[in-house]
């Protein structure tokens, strides 16, 4: 009976998009009054919070994220840090002669934020061009295969080939 019911329901035909419901009246009213009683700022902060959110999780559709392409993502991460930590290195390296500890330190940190800075820059653009030619790479990859299929399906049956050699 279980796997009756489960045909049935595969069977039964799915809507192509589901019928538009309307909003209840008491929802709205509801965060109305909860908005006047206190002032609205909780919930514009949640609102704020969970729009920030969706933001981040929905890709912006002009492209390939490099967020989204897990090699990329941890390459301009990797190279971030170490750029970061080369340049807070060789900044306080430089301005140790020069000047006190506490100046070094300082100078090392802001020339650790610039290098990070830089660094992440030049890792995505690098690897803007990279997934946009391994995407081209695939798209010519399938090409090929499709064309070698058409081809194969042009080309007679073995069996006829055969045939007309034999008549020839």
């Given amino acids: 009976m279980a796997a009756e019911a489960a045909t049935a329901e595969e069977a039964a035909p799915v809507a192509a998009s589901p019928e538009p419901r309307a909003p209840k009246k008491g929802a709205k009213g509801e965060a109305k009054a909860k908005d006047a009683k206190n002032g609205g700022k909780e919930d514009k902060a949640a609102k704020g919070k969970g729009k920030k959110g969706a933001k981040e999780a929905e890709p912006d559709g002009d492209g390939p994220s490099i967020a ?31 000047n006190t500890l506490a100046g070094a330190g300082l100078r090392a940190l802001i020339a ?57």
């Fill in 112 to 168: 650790g934020v610039v290098c990070y800075v830089a660094v992440w820059a030049g890792a995505v653009f690098l690897w803007r061009r990279l997934v946009m030619l391994e995407i081209k790479s695939r798209e010519q990859q399938l090409a090929a295969a499709v064309q070698a299929a058409r081809a194969r399906r042009e080309l007679p049956a073995p069996a006829e080939r055969q045939g007309a050699r034999a008549a020839s």
């Fill in 68 to 98: 989204a392409h897990p090699r990329a993502a941890r390459a301009v991460a990797r190279a971030k840090s170490w750029g970061g930590l080369a340049g807070f290195v060789l900044g306080g390296y430089l301005s140790l002669p020069t």
